[in-house]
């Protein structure tokens, strides 16, 4: 069996808010909803602590084991919440009290609004959903990763200009990303300065507020 990655209490919701339609045994594996994470949902193997059955309505605590965990490196933390469904519907939450993956685990004193593009400034997630589409999760996850990998790329006015670069096209992706990795700095002069090497944009600000107007 996969290694547990963290301990938590789970609560159960009786048939008549959702929940299922009968006791759930140790090594029920249902789907797991991490909190501010919506776009990835993972599954998750629960072991009972002391006990092998849990019934409706009642708590319990656990080991589980998700799968996916590169996807989680360095994001979750002590009292992060969490749901567990069975297909669309939420039969439960969790919160975690231990964890015991230790590539799991938030680095200390870290803000999650500063490593969760979900918790960025609205208007850059509004800007990704309208330039990709039915791509956007495949854009967005990998930014997320990006801005784990290191400070320097938490920065609302990188990712803007790393979405302006983008313009839309897909297969643009890793160049620019790429290129972010290699010089960041490179990222903001193509992204704000003309040909001339005038600023333009400030993407500091948001989208739709990014043009400079030019000095007469």
Known sequence: MKQTDFIAELEFFTTEKSGRKSPAHSGYRPHIEFEHYPEYLTSGQQTYIEQEVVELGTKVKAEIAILGTEYFSKRLYVNMKFKFCEGSHIIGTGKIIDITNTDLISEPNIEQKSINLNLYP????????????????QVFWRIQELIISNTCFQINRIIRAIIHLLNRD???????????????????????????????????????????????
């Open 122 to 137: 609205t208007d850059i997630r509004t800007r990704l959903e309208s330039d990709f589409g039915k791509n956007y999760n």
């Open 170 to 216: 897909l297969e643009q992706l890793e160049r620019i990303i790429g290129q972010a990795k290699t010089d960041w700095r490179d990222i903001l002069f193509w992204a704000e300065y003309d040909e001339n090497e005038n600023r333009i944009r400030d993407f500091n600000n948001e989208f739709g507020k990014e043009n400079i107007k030019a000095s007469r």
